[in-house]
């Protein structure tokens, strides 16, 4: 792609939040709201309330948010809450997996022929998505997946080609990365998604044979963590405390 093309792109301005999981291994939290409800301590705001923030930061105009489990509850705050974007609600009647997840919320986009963001709706993080748009669009790629270094949950120990003991190193970042949950999509990329199941199992092997999938690693210090456990949810309260601390000292 020529840079006339990338400058004639389109900024990526809408955008989709899979909020339908039954979040089973946050209990006793998910018994009552949906995961992206739940506040991480010390913050103020849910998680959805974090991502709709950065999206809209982000040039992001529309959002398409897909429910599930206890659906009125997220319907019910969205409808008390100042937004600073518009919003909309889908709800599957059935679980979909996935990639049926993502298709059928964006069947309610409001510019189909556009490229469109994507996240799940656990992940609490804040980076350049124009950044990781144009990352994409540079590479001609129909998905472009965020990747990350999370933290390992142990310490490791440095050794040397002798055996001995170097050094001791406290949670290092992972050598391996992961994907963060956080995705930019082309417009035809919607009619590649199944109808039903994981398109991670079916869509993005397909267009990693055919070179049509990206992967944009988060810039070094990019604060990302995914809330999936009770523990997720203390942890990011500390890290995101510390945070605070070293920005304000």
Request: glycine letters at 8%; proline letters at 8%; hydrophobic letters at 40%.
């Amino acid at each position: 792609m020529t840079t006339a093309d990338l400058q004639s792109q389109p900024p990526v301005t809408q955008a989709v939040i899979l909020a339908g999981g039954q979040g089973s291994r946050l209990r006793p939290y998910t018994d009552t709201m949906p995961k992206p409800m739940i506040e991480v301590p010390g913050t103020g705001v849910p998680i959805i309330g974090h991502q709709l923030e950065w999206l809209a930061e982000e040039g992001v105009t529309d959002v398409v948010i897909s429910c599930g489990h206890l659906a009125e509850v997220l319907q019910d705050w969205l409808d008390q809450t100042d937004l600073p974007l518009k919003v909309v609600t889908v709800v599957e009647k059935e679980p979909l997996g996935r990639g049926g997840g993502l298709r059928y919320a964006a069947a309610s986009l409001p510019r189909a022929d556009e490229p469109w963001y994507a996240t799940n709706g656990d992940i609490w993080t804040r980076f350049q998505l124009r950044d990781m748009a144009a990352f994409h669009l540079a590479r001609d790629a129909h998905a472009t997946l965020a990747l990350a270094r999370p933290r390992l949950p142990w310490g490791t120990v440095e050794t040397d080609r002798f055996g001995n003991v170097l050094d001791f190193i406290e949670a290092p970042p992972s050598p391996y990365l992961i994907n963060a949950g956080v995705y930019v999509f082309s417009a035809e990329f919607t009619g590649m998604l199944p109808a039903l199941g994981d398109h991670e199992r079916t869509t993005f092997p397909r267009l990693a044979r055919e070179r049509r999938l990206s992967g944009y690693e988060l810039p070094q210090g990019v604060y990302w963590r995914a809330i999936d456990t009770a523990k997720d949810l203390s942890e990011a309260a500390k890290e995101l405390a510390e945070l605070r601390s070293r920005a304000g000292s």
